[in-house]
């Protein structure tokens, strides 16, 4: 009996230790050439987002420019006059509260990301602390005027809060803030 009790975590261990052995064996023999690929891909990401990078591309390996043009002339922007492109992606969402009769009845989850151009200084990312203050305000402000009502994804709406946003963005770093991305917007009730 007291065989039987040792013998288990004894094959237990075995099994696991087996388990990474093997693991081990096959991503070193299939995994070689990926391996390699993944090194590469992973420079050329980190090249993309290089500050002294001039160069940029789109973290696929191929330069954006072309991408940007098609892109940009189907919607009718003309990117020669930003140079290249950046997002400053926040690091959490947005919560905005919205009041009804003095309690919280609703909550509001945003996800934006903001669209720098060249003008846009180097260490952008150090303002998101005040870009993160004052968009709070001006979506706390937004709620309290009733944005945030049952009409959230009408067209007006939507545009008016860009429009709010962008405009608090451009307080914060004046120039090189082209645009504020709504990338997610959703309406939780309470």
Not at 95 to 102: L, T, W
């Amino acid at each position: 009996m007291a065989v039987k009790k040792i013998l288990f975590p004894i094959l237990m261990i075995i099994f696991v230790v087996g388990g990474a052995v093997a693991g081990d064996f096959v991503k070193n023999m299939g995994g070689d050439s990926s391996a390699t690929d993944d090194a590469k891909g992973s420079k050329k990401k980190a090249d993309s987002h290089s500050k002294s990078n001039k160069k940029k591309d789109d973290g696929h390996g191929k330069e954006s420019n072309k991408k940007k043009k098609s892109k940009d002339s189907d919607h009718g922007d003309d990117t020669s006059a930003y140079g290249q492109t950046t997002y400053l992606k926040f690091n959490r969402q947005f919560v905005v509260p919205v009041m009804s009769n003095g309690k919280i009845s609703a909550l509001v989850i945003m996800n934006l990301n903001l669209e720098l151009d060249s003008n846009a200084p180097d260490n952008a990312y150090t303002f998101e602390p005040k870009l993160r203050d004052a968009i709070t305000r001006e979506l706390l402000a937004l709620s309290n005027d009733g944005a945030f009502g049952k009409n959230l994804t009408s067209a007006e709406t939507y545009e008016n809060i860009r429009r709010t946003l962008l405009s608090a963005s451009k307080v914060v770093i004046p120039d090189g803030v082209h645009d504020i991305l709504i990338l997610d917007l959703a309406r939780q009730e309470q």
